[in-house]
């Protein structure tokens, strides 16, 4: 693999230097800005392979510049990661909103941002040197996410794209047109089958490839939010554990049943503290 061009923002100089230090010049060559207004002119004048930026910056902030960077026609090939002082001040869904590859909080071990950043050119590069795809695609990895928040925020900005879930040698699709769901595979799963599978797996890593690259059968039409609640609800009468009622009773909008598993329980916890609950009942 080639030099690494990074662009590093960020207000605190100590964190910029110690960054510096420990990346290899042979490896990479990196340029660092204090703020973002300055980290977007650098951006537009070298085009660096990846950007890693702090959301807090005076004038032009964090969420801002990674959105002007992905809708810059000079810049928005460019993988971005984001990076937050603290964990309350992190908002992953808008993290998707604005396109962001991957986010770090700190403090983070210098080994984790150096595997990310690998992670992400490998994909740049395979996807430069891969003569099957004939059109622009972005991918982004989303592990961090649960696939029930990527399909809710993707539904409601309307995106059409692949989302592809793999684990161990279990993969999946999901296709998205405009942000309904138009298909899925998992094994020898097709449509409501296959979401229903994968809204089930835990541990998955999951990817999303900007458009479709291939044809499909249509086997879905369903917006995200009317599938998640078919699907939860399946979820519900097959596993038989327990869930507090008012959570339930915001979902679906009746009197809590008292039977659904565990992982359930816990997706249905970080939909509701993520505020998703009033986008389901629409």
Not at 157 to 186: D, P, R, S, W, Y
Not at 212 to 221: F, K, N, Q, V
Request: proline share 4%; net charge negative; with cysteine.
């Amino acid at each position: 693999m080639p030099q690494i061009n990074l662009l590093i923002i960020d207000g605190d100089d100590n964190f910029l230097k110690e960054i510096k230090s420990r990346l290899s010049p042979d490896r990479f060559q990196v340029r660092t800005a204090d703020n973002c207004r300055e980290g977007m002119e650098i951006a537009q004048r070298v085009r660096p392979d990846l950007i890693i930026s702090n959301i807090d910056s005076p004038k032009l902030d964090g969420w801002s510049f990674c959105q002007l960077v992905k809708t810059n026609p000079l810049t928005e090939d460019i993988p971005f990661i984001l990076v937050s002082d603290k964990k309350d001040d992190f908002n992953p869904l808008k993290a998707v909103e604005v396109e962001s590859d991957d986010f770090l909080v700190k403090p983070f071990g210098f080994d984790d941002l150096l595997a990310r950043v690998e992670i992400i050119m490998k994909r740049v590069y395979s996807k430069k040197e891969s003569s099957s795809l004939h059109s622009k695609t972005a991918s982004a990895s989303f592990s961090h996410l649960s696939l029930a928040d990527l399909l809710q925020v993707l539904g409601m900005n309307q995106k059409t794209c692949t989302i592809m879930i793999e684990k161990g040698e279990l993969k999946g699709q999901i296709f998205m047109e405009a942000g309904v769901i138009k298909h899925a595979l998992l094994g020898d799963l097709k449509g409501d089958a296959a979401v229903y599978e994968q809204l089930r797996l835990t541990g998955a890593e999951i990817f999303i490839n900007d458009g479709i690259s291939e044809i499909y059968e249509t086997t879905i039409d369903k917006k995200p939010e009317a599938l998640l609640l078919t699907q939860l609800t399946r979820l519900d009468k097959d596993k038989k554990a327990t869930l507090h009622e008012p959570m339930l009773d915001k979902l679906f909008g009746q009197e809590a049943s008292s039977n659904l598993t565990p992982d359930l329980q816990k997706g249905l916890e970080r939909i509701e503290s993520l505020g998703l609950i009033r986008r389901l009942r629409k």
